[in-house]
């Protein structure tokens, strides 16, 4: 679900005819759910027959039909990845990824190993992964590319790893059997890395969406990433205030509901008063847990995707996000009652209302004419691996 | 030069401009040829990634090299694609038609119970079969060392009482066949769980302190709760258990894995509790098969568990008395619901054991 966006770069001999007015380029999503829906059910009858050798197949059918029903000015995007490549990528990432399970089963030790050789690749997949996706997507014939370098890979996930170093620093540096006493320093140190963890986050986020936001192109033309590491920051900190103000009125809605039923039932004394608010506040845990995941979660998708793909572009054309949080929120509640209801067969329903509502609040903003556009013959088509992956690894950093 | 008599009106780009260029589209024996405007080029489909049938969307056809054609007609363009020698693929076929849909879904169904009930259990058997013992023994020590950490303490059973019980057990393992019976070794551990017993990969059989205190140290009825254990060694159940879930786990995954990890987890519990209840009948099989050996009756199990429902009576009113609290009458009818649930089909379907009652009758009927 990616959508490139262009700029104008000063490439000689490339000139771009500009506009009188600056147009705007709609996107349209014509998926329909229950389209999908057969779609979805054929690749998963396939996927589990074949024991998930049909994965890329299925992939392939899933991305074109996404990427085939996503109009950018009435024009289609195309996939282009082959089923074959990524069948040899998908073998290469699954063995990788059954020696990891294989390893953190085996011992605590074994687990780390892999965790840091995983952790240690994961840049270079990300790149590749990146690669793969824009080099097989297409618009008007053009392809798009990810110009993004080995090394800028590496930089981007810089901050994930000064925590990780620190860690496992202070893990072979810590004595093994000390009485814990002697040992406080060591838990104030680990409680202080995981601030720094926490702290970074943001930073890192930022970091990860400008390697991919300054690096998509379509030809001649390239994208630049405006928003700042504060822009980051900033959100977090709302963030953080929804995720408290969500837990703090559903913690109080409980407790309310808990003290009525306790004072309606008869029993005024102080214990059936104490039992009926350890009834809320536990109760309150569980649904304060809830509401900020499907509180929580969109907002922070909404923002996010708005905050990002607005400050993508740059004076020639820009994309505009305009995701309402309150679209979303609702549209999230309503696919996590009915997937549930109908025990998971909502879901391809669920994701097409998803795709719609995400992609069709976006638009880029040009001035100049789309159709004077110019793309390199070929572009570098990455490795299918990265692709994989992706998948496996949860590196798809997409929309 | 012969060109076939449909053809088809699209738009061309030619891969290095946004551009299109409206051109005809002849499509004969396989082969396609684009003509327009200073345009003619041709490749034969089955090197161009041809687009498949779908309601929606529009078709789109790429050629190896660079070059797209577009086409916004979907009707037409099946048509004559059709026409032109292009091959439906039977996953379109069945992708685009309900009734196939419904079959597939009746086929899913049908292939997700039989792995649960015999494709899973057969295959981690099979693959549990195929590991060493070396690896049951080492996720044993593992396990052991992180339960000593978590909830067990050293044991405060004396020396001589741990060794007259170890002893007393292996005399009454003595008279089944050798060869039959696993490796094994006994633990005695204190625990904050209660009277309870546990085996590990490996042979590594544990029992807690209250366990002991709970038969007052009668070595016949340790040696059926022994029997039990050996039985999950015997049988290896842990190590299916791990191969089980490790399945049940990508197969959540495969389902419900990109829209929600939660989701995706409930295939793991609601699958091992079944396997775990067939597991523990498979011990209690077992045990009765040793207590047979060893000329005891397997009805001692029958007051074991008479004495562990007592006991958890006694813990449940001990609770009641600490709590001096106006609740008290409606701790009670929880606790009978508890129980009742128990064995209610719905509490089936979630515990991990079978029933008491129904364990009670198992060992009472083998008595006979």
């Known amino acids: 679900m990616n959508v490139a966006s262009m700029s104008q770069s000063d490439v000689p001999g490339m000139a771009h005819s500009p506009l009188q007015r600056p147009v705007q380029l709609p996107i349209e999503f014509t998926g329909s759910g229950s389209e999908y829906f057969r779609i979805w059910i054929v690749n998963i009858f396939l996927l589990i027959i074949t024991l998930g050798i049909y994965y890329p197949w299925a992939k392939v059918r899933r991305m074109r039909y996404f990427y085939g029903n996503t109009l950018v000015d009435g024009t289609p995007l195309g996939f282009h990845g082959n089923p074959r490549t990524m069948f040899k990528g998908s073998m290469l990432v699954g063995v990788l990824f059954g020696l990891y399970s294989a390893a953190s089963n085996a011992s605590p030790m074994a687990g780390l190993i892999a965790l840091v050789i995983v952790a240690g690749i994961w840049p270079a997949l990300l790149k590749s992964s990146m690669q793969f996706r824009m080099a097989n997507t297409s618009w008007r014939g053009l392809r798009l590319s990810f110009t993004g370098t080995l090394g800028g890979a590496y930089a981007a996930a810089m901050p994930l790893f000064i925590p990780a170093i620190l860690i496992i620093g202070l893990a072979s540096f810590a004595p093994e059997d000390a009485a814990p006493k002697e040992n406080m320093w060591l838990l104030w140190t680990m409680a202080g890395i995981m601030l720094l963890c926490i702290a970074i986050t943001p930073w890192l986020l930022w970091n990860l969406k400008r390697y991919q936001h300054n690096n998509y192109a379509l030809g001649s033309l390239q994208t630049t990433f405006k928003a700042t590491a504060l822009d980051f920051y900033k959100l977090s900190g709302k963030a953080i205030g929804v995720a408290v103000l969500s837990v703090l009125a559903s913690g109080a809605v409980f407790w309310l509901i808990a003290f009525g039923l306790a004072t309606s039932g008869g029993g005024n004394d102080s214990a059936s008063l104490g039992i009926a608010s350890v009834f809320g506040m536990g109760f309150g845990f569980f649904v304060g847990m809830a509401v900020v995941f499907v509180v929580l979660k969109p907002y922070t998708i909404a923002k996010i995707q708005n905050l990002v793909w607005t400050k993508t572009g740059n004076s020639s054309m820009r994309f505009i996000s305009k995701l309402s949080v309150r679209a979303l929120l609702w549209q999230t509640i309503k696919n996590w009652c009915l997937v549930v209801i109908t025990l998971g067969l909502y879901w391809p329903f669920a994701a097409v209302a998803m795709a719609r509502l995400r992609l069709e609040s976006v638009f880029i903003k040009s001035n100049i004419d789309p159709l004077a556009l110019f793309g390199a013959a070929r572009v570098n088509e990455g490795d299918a691996a990265g692709d994989a992956a992706g998948d496996f690894f949860g590196i798809d950093m997409g929309l | ?368």
Not at chain 2, 39 to 57: K, L, N
Not at chain 2, 132 to 143: H, K
Not at chain 2, 165 to 180: D, V
Not at chain 2, 347 to 361: L, V
């Open chain 2, 1 to 368: 030069m012969d060109v076939p008599d449909t053809p088809l009106s699209a738009l061309y780009f030619d891969g290095t401009s946004a551009r299109g260029h409206a051109v005809q589209l002849h499509l004969r024996q396989g082969v396609l040829r684009v003509l327009g405007d200073g345009i003619d080029r041709s490749a034969p489909i089955a090197r161009m990634q041809w687009p498949e049938r779908t309601r929606h969307g529009m078709r789109i056809a790429h050629f190896p090299d660079g070059g797209t054609v577009q086409c916004s007609d979907v009707q037409a363009w099946d048509q004559w694609s059709l026409a032109g020698g292009h091959s439906e693929s039977w996953i379109v076929t069945a992708q685009q038609s309900w009734r196939w849909v419904g079959a597939s879904v009746l086929a899913l169904l049908m292939v997700l119970v039989s792995i649960q009930l015999w494709g899973l259990p057969a295959a981690s058997r099979y693959v549990v079969a195929a590991t060493p013992l070396t690896v049951d023994s080492a996720l044993g020590e593992t396990t052991l060392a992180a339960i000593d950490q978590t909830w067990m303490g050293p044991s405060k059973l004396s020396e001589e009482e741990q060794n007259r019980l170890r002893a007393a057990i292996a005399r009454n393992l003595a008279p089944l066949p050798a060869g039959t019976l696993p490796e094994w070794k006994l633990l005695f551990r204190q625990s904050h769980i209660g009277p309870n017993a546990f085996a590990l990969p490996g042979g590594t059989m544990i029992l807690t302190d209250e366990m002991v205190e709970l038969v007052q140290g009668d070595d016949k009825v340790l040696t059926a709760v022994i029997g039990h254990e050996l039985g999950h060694v015997q049988h290896r159940h842990g190590m299916r258990m791990v191969v089980q879930s490790a399945v049940l786990g990508s197969l959540g995954a495969v389902l419900f894995g990109d829209f929600s990890t939660v989701l995706a987890t409930m295939p793991i519990l609601l699958g091992q509790a079944q396997y775990s209840r067939d597991a523990e009948r498979e011990a209690d099989a077992y045990a009765v098969h040793v207590l047979k050996a060893a000329s005891i009756s397997p009805a001692v199990m029958v007051s074991m568990f008479e004495r562990l429902q007592q006991y958890q009576q006694d813990q449940a009113d001990k609770k009641k008395g600490a709590s001096d609290t106006p609740g008290t009458a409606a701790t009670r009818q929880e606790k009978t619901d508890a129980n009742e649930e128990e064995d209610s089909p719905l509490g089936m379907a979630f515990s991990s054991h079978p029933a008491d009652a129904e364990r009670i009758r198992f060992f009472k009927d083998a008595a006979q």
